[in-house]
């Protein structure tokens, strides 16, 4: 089952990912694509794992994410992929010429792998599309990949969740066997 979370900054998605995976049994992986490249990014991933229970296991992997998931999904019953906007961010500084058509074709084969499974996926991500168009090309470059890979893998997911102030609200839920 494929369940995207997204939201704002600090808008709770990272949270709630972690209260949707009690629904899911077996081992437990946290997929994480960020970098401690500095001091405050390193503060910032302790304290997601000081919010997580003691069985998650740990796979950090910033660009080959599908892949990494694939391999987590051959023993895990529950799988939390945290964050896709990270991760596009990652593959555009790995990747000049990476664009819209990238970011959707990676999106999708995440969401088939996660489709392909029994356990459960749980992708968090952030709303990009609410905000002002920034004044720079790579910010746009940025939001327009952020912003495809989100809409392809909402269009995949059995469920979507919006995470405001808090506050969940579910945007999708397929019906079982849909």
Do not use: Y
């Not at 960020?34 to 992997?61: C, F, G, K, L, N």
């Amino acid at each position: 089952m494929l369940i995207l979370v997204t939201g704002g900054s600090r808008s709770g998605k990272s949270g709630l990912a972690l209260a949707l995976a009690k629904r899911f049994s077996g081992p437990r992986v946290f997929l994480a694509t960020a970098q401690a490249a500095d001091e405050e990014m390193r503060q910032r991933i302790e304290a997601h794992r000081t919010a997580r229970s003691p069985d998650w296991s740990v796979v950090e992997e910033p660009v080959q994410v599908a892949e990494r998931l694939r391999e987590a999904l051959m023993t895990a019953g529950t799988v939390i992929v945290d964050c896709v906007t990270i991760w596009i961010s990652n593959l555009i500084l790995a990747d000049e010429s990476f664009g819209e058509r990238d970011a959707a074709a990676k999106a999708e084969e995440l969401a088939r792998a996660a489709r392909g499974s029994r356990s459960g996926v749980i992708v968090v991500t952030n709303e990009v599309g609410s905000g002002v168009v920034p004044d720079n090309a790579l910010a746009r470059r940025f939001r327009d990949c952020a912003g495809r890979a989100n809409q392809v893998l909402a269009r995949f997911a059995h469920e979507v969740h919006l995470c405001v102030c808090g506050i969940p609200i579910t945007v999708k839920r397929e019906q079982e066997g849909e």
